[in-house]
């Protein structure tokens, strides 16, 4: 559990209760930084933008995919008729 709320980037989850903590139940930023082990400067940025948008969302990126659609509308086809098929079977099958 530790990992989940100390590590780099915040998981939306980690936002949702800082936000719901700040707005819902009064705890301070300084008090929230101690609860979640970060400083407080993104908790103020989280808040900010709240407030700012009143709505929550974490930035989207856009995924340079490794397989096309129709690709992966294969493995998924080819998995359904092979549940337990090994990687190199899946392999050997698309080419």
Known sequence: MNAAVTKRH???NTVFYCL???HYL???KMELARI???TEKPIA???QLY???EIFQQAKTLADKKFTKDHRRWLYAFYQLNPLAYL???QD???
């Open 93 to 95: 099958a698309f080419n």
């Open 20 to 22: 719901y903590g700040n």
């Open 26 to 28: 009064g705890y301070t």
């Open 10 to 12: 915040a998981h939306p």
């Open 88 to 90: 190199d079977e899946a």
């Open 45 to 47: 940025i989280w808040v």
């Open 36 to 38: 979640y082990s970060k």
């Open 51 to 53: 407030e700012e948008t």
